[in-house]
């Protein structure tokens, strides 16, 4: 059947290939971004889960540990940063209410 002068099943074929084409390009090329992502986000996950488990052991009242940065500049080395200079200070402030002063 022609429409329009276009041979409607020669579009259909077309659309097939082009489908193929797509599946053996795209798809593989899809699969080394996506690997990275997940090993990105494991990473991220188990410095979260360090900061986690620093701070519990923090609230169960070991004041004096410190979380360590990773050195990478993040996010997440920002958020250690800040929790561990608010230790130095509450432990400034615990300090001087023992003492009196």
Do not use: C
């Not at 489908?19 to 188990?46: C, D, M």
């Not at 990478?72 to 402030?93: K, P, S």
């Amino acid at each position: 059947m022609i429409a329009a002068g276009v041979d409607i099943d020669q579009n259909r074929g077309s659309k097939k290939s082009y489908r193929s084409h797509f599946r053996w390009t795209v798809g593989p090329a899809a699969l080394p971004g996506i690997g990275g992502s997940l090993t990105l986000s494991r990473a991220s996950l188990r410095e979260a889960h360090a900061i986690g488990r620093r701070t519990q052991a923090i609230i169960a009242d070991e004041l004096n540990r410190r979380t360590p940065t990773m050195d990478a500049g993040d996010d997440l080395d920002r958020l250690t940063g800040t929790l561990n200079r608010m230790l130095d200070r509450l432990a400034v402030m615990v300090e001087s209410f023992a003492t009196g002063q």
